[in-house]
């Protein structure tokens, strides 16, 4: 018997090794990805077209689209345990970016709107 719970107990702390270290992994890379799109959204712009919003700042984690479908609100990974996250405008009927709100008081809107 002793011999059998050992070798789960040896499973057991091999595994939740292995969880809090892939843990530590994700954790690590997503707080990197944050800071990454975190500089890059002082240089962003608003104007531009949606596409390059995206391929700055990679896929948006939520949309949110206003009630009549004319704005959407994409926002981005940002550093962890930063409260606001960074968020974009959208104006969907001709896909331009109105405004990008960095979630640490930098907010740029576009003069064309």
């Given at each position: 018997m002793?011999?059998v ?6 499973l057991?702390?091999?595994a ?28 962003f712009?608003?104007g531009?077209?949606?596409?390059e ?9 939520s ?31 001709d ?7 960095c ?9 064309k709107?």
């Amino acid at each position: 018997m002793s011999g059998v719970s050992l070798l789960t107990r040896k499973l057991v702390i091999t595994a939740a090794a292995l969880f809090v270290l892939l843990g530590g992994v994700w954790v690590y890379r997503t707080h990197q990805q944050g800071l990454a799109n975190l500089e890059a959204c002082g240089t962003f712009q608003p104007g531009g077209q949606r596409a390059e919003l995206i391929k700055a700042f990679g896929s948006p984690k939520s949309r949110e689209a206003n009630s009549a479908g004319t704005r959407v609100v994409l926002s981005f990974l940002s550093p962890l345990l930063a409260q606001p996250p960074i968020r974009a405008v959208v104006n969907v009927r001709d896909d331009v970016v109105m405004e990008i709100d960095c979630g640490d008081g930098r907010i740029q809107t576009s003069d064309k709107y």
